[in-house]
């Protein structure tokens, strides 16, 4: 699991993980411009993305580039 971008919920002992701010931190704006299932792609690698590769599987998504496979963790 990466712990990178998990925060504490504020009045509550309850983490999450700022999706949105690890894609912002690679091109500032680029999270509001992402398609539904570009988001709920990013919230998964953001939390389980090796933190190796995570800049780079973001970057797929953020670009809508195919050049890498990207890691995928299904429930």
């Known amino acids: 699991m990466n712990n990178n971008y998990r ?3 504020q009045g509550t ?3 999450y993980f700022d999706v949105r701010q690890a894609v912002e931190d690679i091109q500032p704006g680029a999270y509001a411009k992402l398609p539904y299932t570009s988001k709920v792609l990013a919230e ?7 933190p ?7 970057k797929e998504l953020i670009n809508r580039k ?3 496979d990207f890691p995928w963790y299904p429930a």
């Open 52 to 58: 190796a590769i995570l800049e780079q599987s973001l």
């Open 7 to 9: 925060k504490p919920l």
């Open 13 to 15: 002992q309850l983490e």
């Open 66 to 68: 195919q050049d890498h």
């Open 44 to 50: 998964q690698l953001v939390r389980k993305c090796d």
